[in-house]
């Protein structure tokens, strides 16, 4: 079966770090970009960041840029993201999804979701 | 605020038809596909349309969409109350080298 499975949300105070996992099954994980969609509470969904198969390119949104870092290891089937000096406005549920083209929005695959809330 | 600009709702009647806009710019709409994903509640986006108007299999043919320079419409045909769900679109943005997606709309089924 195709799957995506996030995890490693959680409480986390303002200013603090936070790493997601996203673990791939059931398809060649290497051939794939992956990225990132979050969405807060009540509201819609927002790119995170995007990473192509062998890592050669990885782009932010302008909301995370320079505070979070998406990487993968195709070894492992994994794609992961840290989340440093976190807010509040990062509070949403993190989303992992597969790329099925490339530079479109075709996003085929998602995983369940990771929470994340940041508050004091 | 998002790039692209979708109402915040809609609704329908079951067997009625109904359709959800979604305007954009030339940066994002001008030369790309539009993509729509439905989100039924307490889950996670599922794929709906792709390159405008393809069905990923498995999506029923009551779902359509179609794109026309900057504007694309989703149309639901045949209404069913599982259609309740939350509707987005989205678009690969040029300048922003990655996707943006619209702020959704709620579809009620009365």
């Known amino acids: 079966e195709v799957q995506l499975v996030e995890s490693g949300g959680g409480l986390v105070k303002p200013g603090g770090s936070l790493r997601l996992s996203c673990a791939a099954s059931g398809f060649t994980f290497s051939r794939y970009a992956m990225i990132w969609v979050r969405q807060a509470p009540g509201k819609g969904l927002e790119w995170v960041s995007s990473?192509?198969?062998?890592?050669?390119?990885?782009y932010y949104a302008a909301s995370v840029k320079g505070r979070f870092t998406n990487s993968r290891d195709n070894a492992k089937n994994s794609m992961y993201l840290q989340m440093n000096s976190l807010r509040a406005d990062d509070t949403a549920v993190y989303y992992c999804?597969?790329?099925?083209?490339?530079?479109?929005?075709?996003?085929?695959?998602w995983g369940q979701g990771t929470m994340v809330t940041v508050s004091s | 605020q998002s790039v692209l600009t979708q109402p915040p709702s809609a609704s329908g009647t079951p067997g009625q038809r109904v359709t959800i806009s979604c305007s954009g710019s030339s940066s994002s709409f001008g030369s790309n596909y539009v993509y729509w994903y439905q989100q039924l509640p307490g889950t996670a986006p599922k794929l709906l349309i792709y390159?405008?108007?393809q069905r990923p299999s498995g999506v029923p043919d009551r779902f359509s969409g179609s794109k026309s320079g900057t504007s694309a419409s989703l149309a639901i045909s045949g209404l069913r109350s599982e259609d309740e769900a939350d509707y987005y679109c989205?678009?690969?943005?040029?300048?922003?080298?990655?996707?943006?997606f619209g702020g959704g709309t709620k579809l009620t089924v009365l």
């Open positions: 989205a678009a690969w943005d040029d300048s922003l080298s990655g996707p943006v």
């Open positions: 390159r405008n108007n």
């Open positions: 999804a597969r790329d099925g083209v490339g530079a479109t929005a075709l996003f085929d695959i």
């Open positions: 990473i192509s198969s062998n890592s050669a390119y990885i």
